[in-house]
């Protein structure tokens, strides 16, 4: 490229040559042509050292700095993408453990509820049962208690009947005549409250 330079310049040295001679006649020494053959090999040994030192020094330094940021930034980009991958790998992870700790607190609830409630169940059947239980001594305590009841109550109009009748008379009477008298009266009355 850089002899492509120098053969241009040669040609426009050439082509405005008649300019040249004009312009020497001026006195500018470069123009003079007797001068021309040590500028020319000047020009071409500075532009030769120009070319080997950007050739062999500069532009390799250059080309290998640009090499070396373009695998760092290629590296970046791997190590970005690579990252990016972590990420969303990461992600449908974390995405996996919160519905299946969604999934276990729901089932977790689910028997909890469902123990809950054998729990209540069983201590309400418990409790029917003893409440049951309870009522069966009561209905059999008030059975006992009707059954025993006329014989109290008799007893108790027999003692009555005695000390009102004494008291109305003022002597003993006898009580077998009395008991005979309340057992009637109490049989009609549990023929008729009870019955019987």
Partial sequence: MIKKY??????LNLFFLKEVFAAESGGM???NPEFWISQIFWLTLTFGILYVILSK???PKISANLELRKSQIQENIEAAE???KESESKLEEYDK???KTK????????ETREKALKDINAKRDALEKQIDEEIKKVEEEISVLKKAAPEKINKIAIETSSEILKNLI???VNNS????IVDDLSKKNSDKYYGN
Avoid: T, V, W
């Fill in 57 to 59: 020094l500069i532009l």
């Fill in 29 to 31: 020494p470069q123009l």
């Fill in 103 to 110: 999934l276990e607190a729901k089932n977790i609830f689910k």
């Fill in 82 to 84: 690579k990252q990016r």
């Fill in 6 to 11: 120098i053969i241009q310049s040669i040609f």
């Fill in 177 to 180: 005549s009395i008991s005979a």
């Fill in 97 to 99: 453990i919160i519905s």
């Fill in 170 to 172: 003022g002597a003993d």
